[in-house]
C-alpha cells in the first residue's frame, strides 16, 4: 500500500502564487506517474498535469503556462506550482500517483485526501 499526503493548500489572493506537496510513503517500489486532480464545487474532477518517472510532463490545456509540476524522486514527492491564481482555480487539489509495491507487481493507482485551494480577495 502506498499513502499519499498532500500540503500547501490554502487562501490565495487573486494574482497569487501556491505551491502544493504530495509525498508518498509506505510500501514503493517504484512511483511511475505522479499528478494532480483538481474538483471545483458542483463539478467534476479533472485531470490538472501529470509527470512520468523520466520526468515527461503533461498538463491541462487551460492550464498550461500558469501551473508547473515536478517531482523529487530521492524524496517521492510531487509538487503543484500554481501561479498567477483566479477564483476559477478554487478547488480541492487531489495528488495521484500511480505506483508498484514490488518488483515485478502490477502499478495500482492511489489517491491523496485532497487539499483546499480558495482563491478569493
Known amino acids: 500500500q502506498v499513502q499519499l499526503v498532500e500540503s500547501g493548500g490554502g487562501l490565495v489572493q487573486p494574482g497569487g502564487s501556491l505551491t502544493l506537496s504530495c509525498a508518498a510513503s509506505g510500501s514503493i517500489f517504484r512511483l511511475h506517474v505522479m499528478g494532480w486532480y483538481r474538483q471545483a464545487p458542483g463539478k467534476q474532477r479533472e485531470l490538472v498535469a501529470t509527470i512520468t518517472s523520466s520526468f515527461s510532463t503533461s498538463y491541462a490545456d487551460s492550464l498550461k503556462g500558469r501551473f508547473t509540476i515536478s517531482r523529487d524522486n530521492a524524496k517521492n514527492t510531487v509538487y503543484l506550482q500554481m501561479n498567477s491564481l483566479k477564483p476559477e482555480d478554487t478547488a480541492v487539489y487531489y495528488c495521484?500517483?500511480?505506483?508498484?509495491?514490488?518488483?515485478?507487481?502490477?502499478?495500482?493507482?492511489?489517491w491523496g485526501k485532497g487539499t483546499l485551494v480558495t482563491v478569493s480577495s
Open positions: 495521484n500517483v500511480i505506483a508498484s509495491s514490488e518488483r515485478g507487481s502490477l502499478p495500482m493507482n492511489y
